[in-house]
């Protein structure tokens, strides 16, 4: 496998909200979005919590431990939902969605940066919900930027979280590239990620995900095309795709005190990406005091709870138990 290869494959993962949907197609999901929620579960309150920058839905049992969910870029609370049914029996989820990504309207997120505001707001509403008691702390589990945002709220409040799972995410995307990779080397690059996903025209970011599944076969169509990405507000998925290429949590992973379970798609076939991945998700933790638990997902690309969600239930419950 030649290095371009892997880079273009990691590039069209990382910049795919680059080619996703405008707002005016984020905004046509809507309905379609609130059935496959309301399927979900009969009611899902909005928790009581003002925010510019996020909204909770809150799910499940009322008096469960408490698990925070947070998608990732250009996603929304709709990628959890293969798993939410068999948590919501016993564990009251909290699922988080970022302002400007799909229909939710950018409002604070419409400028500043984005990553590390969210987590900042995720940490305010654990502790105004008092999810944090002697004997109880919240886990969260974070898909790709919502991973790095686990990350840092798992840094920022240490001993206050129960257990951190992250899914298909790193603390520093380039590194499952090349180990050496900085951020001044991917930063003239995510600059232009940036200004393309602000100047790109609206029929090309509609037009854009079906072709591009199509070039990468029928798995990546199902993704491009499906609940995985919904696309949002222009400003928010640019500002998005600059922090996801230039962020660099490694070191920040000594101050995470709770245990870490690292979830990723992987695949038998040599000739596939996915086939070398251990080694370079295992380097990109190395930093981390207590050493995490690695959980490789045959068959499944990046959006792995939805390309595998029976399995991706199991990692999940094991890593609940």
Do not use: C
Request: hydrophobic share 45%; proline share 5%; net charge neutral.
């Amino acid at each position: 496998m030649t290095r371009f290869s892997f880079v273009s494959l990691l590039i069209l993962l990382i910049l795919l909200a680059a080619w996703v949907a405008s707002p005016t197609l984020a905004q046509a999901q809507t309905a379609q979005n609130n059935r496959s929620v309301a399927a979900l579960a009969a009611t899902w309150p909005t928790a009581e919590f003002a925010s510019n920058h996020i909204v909770v839905q809150v799910v499940g049992e009322q008096n469960g431990p408490d698990i925070v969910l947070i998608p990732g870029l250009a996603s929304t609370s709709e990628v959890w939902g293969k798993i939410v049914p068999a948590l919501q029996g016993r564990y009251r989820l909290h699922l988080i969605n970022v302002r400007g990504f799909g229909a939710y309207h950018a409002q604070g997120n419409a400028t500043g940066v984005l990553g590390s505001t969210v987590a900042s707001e995720i940490e305010r509403y654990i502790r105004t919900q008092q999810m944090v008691t002697a004997n109880r702390k919240p886990a969260l589990i974070g898909h790709s930027m919502g991973g790095q945002v686990a990350l840092r709220i798992a840094a920022d409040m240490g001993d206050d979280i129960g257990r951190v799972m992250v899914v298909d995410s790193s603390p520093f995307f380039p590194s499952l590239i090349s180990r050496g990779a900085t951020r001044a080397d991917v930063e003239p690059l995510a600059r232009l990620a940036y200004q393309g996903v602000l100047l790109m025209g609206d029929d090309m970011l509609r037009s854009a995900p079906a072709r591009m599944g199509l070039e990468l076969g029928e798995g990546a169509d199902r993704v491009f095309n499906g609940l995985g990405w919904q696309g949002g507000d222009r400003r928010v998925l640019a500002q998005g795709v600059f922090e996801v290429l230039t962020t660099d949590l490694r070191h920040r992973l000594p101050q995470i005190t709770a245990p870490v379970t690292v979830v990723y798609g992987w695949s038998a076939d040599a000739s596939s990406p996915r086939a070398v991945v251990d080694d370079l998700f295992r380097y990109s933790f190395m930093n981390l005091n207590t050493p995490a638990t690695f959980q490789r997902i045959q068959g499944a690309e990046h959006m792995v709870m939805i390309d595998q969600p029976r399995a991706f239930e199991r990692a999940v419950l094991a890593f609940l138990r």
